[in-house]
C-alpha cells in the first residue's frame, strides 16, 4: 500500500464518496464524512456560483462541531470535486472558495492542471485526478498530482473501459501514491478486491444514489434499487464524453438505448446548463447497482459496507 498523506490516513473503512452531478449535497457529504468515509460533491452543484459559499461554510462548520462532540470517532475530511475542462467558466471562482476554506482534498476531472494543483498545495490540500488509461494517469502526476482515482470499466458517470485489473497493475509498475479504484464498486467485498488488487480505496458513487441524503427524484432512486448491471448503457451522447447512463430514463426521454447516435466530443459543456440538463433527464449509473436492494440512510449503507469488509476478511483469513 501507498504512504499516505495525512488527509487521507485514519479512514473507518478505505472509502472515497465519488462527487454526483447534481445529486450529492452537503447533508450526504456531511453524512458521509461523519460515517468515516471520506465525502465529496462537485462545486458545480451550487448553483448559483455564490452558494458553493454556504455549502462550505455548512460543511466545515457542521463536521467541526461534530468533531468537538465525537472526539472518540472524529468526522473523514471532504473532498470538492473541480472540473477543469476549459468550458467550466467558473472554474476561477470555485477555487477561490475552495482556498478560503482550504478545503483537504480537491478531486480534478476531465483534464490536469499545474495551476490548479499549485493553489491547492498552497494552503496544504490534497489533489486526487481521475482518469481512464494510464497515460493520463502519467500526465496527472507529471503535472503535480498526489493520487490517482483509476476510473475502470463498469464506473458510473464519465467511465472508462480498462478492465480494473488492467488499469491498476499498470499504474502500480511505476506509481507508488494514493490509489483509488471506481468501477462497479458496491459492497463491503468489493472495497477488499479493490485493495487486493493494489488500489488504497474504492471509489463508490452509484449506491449513494440511493440514499435518504442524495438529492436525486425518488423515481431515480427506486431505479438503483430495482436495475441492474442489464440495464446499464455506455453512450457519448448526452455530454460528448462516453458514460454509463441507465435504460429506463433514456427510454423515459423518447429515445432507443440500443440505438444511441455517437455526439460531437467538441460540444462538451460544463460551464452553462446543457451538461446540467442532460443528468438531470438522463440518469448516470455504474454497473454495480445489483448489489443495491433498499433507499436507506447514508450512515446505514456504510454500516453495512463496514460489516461486509469485516466479513470478506475473515473468509479470507478462514481459507488461509
Not at 463508490?204 to 431505479?223: C, H, L, P, V
Request: charged fraction near 20%; hydrophobic fraction near 45%; include cysteine.
Amino acid at each position: 500500500m501507498s504512504k499516505l498523506p495525512a488527509a487521507l490516513r485514519g479512514l473507518s473503512l478505505p472509502v472515497i464518496g465519488s462527487p454526483l452531478f447534481i445529486i450529492s449535497n452537503p447533508k450526504l457529504v456531511i453524512a458521509q464524512c461523519q460515517a468515516g468515509i471520506v465525502g465529496s460533491m462537485p462545486a458545480l452543484n451550487a448553483r448559483p456560483a455564490s452558494q458553493l459559499d454556504e455549502w462550505l461554510a455548512e460543511i466545515t462548520e457542521t463536521l467541526a462541531a461534530w468533531d468537538k462532540a465525537h472526539p472518540e470517532s472524529p468526522s473523514a475530511p471532504f473532498a470538492i470535486n473541480q472540473i477543469v475542462h476549459k468550458s467550466n467558466d467558473r472554474l476561477e471562482h470555485d477555487m477561490e472558495m475552495i482556498g478560503k476554506y482550504k478545503v483537504p482534498i480537491v478531486i480534478t476531472s476531465l483534464g490536469a492542471r499545474t495551476d490548479v494543483n499549485d493553489a491547492v498545495h498552497s494552503w496544504g490540500g490534497v489533489v486526487l485526478h481521475d482518469i481512464i488509461n494510464n497515460a493520463f494517469a502519467r500526465k496527472a502526476v507529471e503535472k503535480g498530482a498526489d493520487g490517482l482515482i483509476a476510473v475502470a470499466a463498469g464506473a458510473g458517470g464519465h467511465a472508462g473501459v480498462k478492465s480494473p485489473f488492467a488499469l491498476i497493475q499498470e499504474i502500480r509498475q511505476w506509481f507508488d501514491g494514493p490509489v483509488a479504484l471506481s468501477g462497479s464498486i458496491a459492497s463491503g467485498g468489493a472495497v477488499l478486491a479493490a485493495q487486493a488488487m493494489g488500489a488504497d480505496f474504492a471509489y463508490i458513487g452509484s449506491a449513494f444514489i440511493a440514499t435518504e441524503e442524495a438529492r436525486a427524484s425518488e423515481a431515480y432512486k427506486q431505479a438503483i434499487v430495482e436495475c441492474n448491471s442489464d440495464d446499464i448503457v455506455y453512450s457519448n451522447l448526452f455530454t460528448g464524453v462516453h458514460g454509463n447512463y441507465l435504460a429506463p430514463s433514456i427510454r423515459a426521454a423518447g429515445l432507443d438505448p440500443a440505438n444511441l447516435p455517437e455526439s460531437d466530443p467538441s460540444k462538451m459543456n460544463f460551464g452553462g446548463g446543457g451538461a446540467a440538463k442532460a443528468w438531470k433527464d438522463i440518469w448516470g449509473c455504474g454497473q454495480g447497482i445489483g448489489a443495491i436492494d433498499a433507499v436507506l440512510p447514508a450512515g446505514e449503507l456504510i454500516a453495512r459496507f463496514k460489516r461486509e469488509y469485516a466479513e470478506a476478511k475473515a473468509r479470507l483469513l478462514n481459507a488461509a
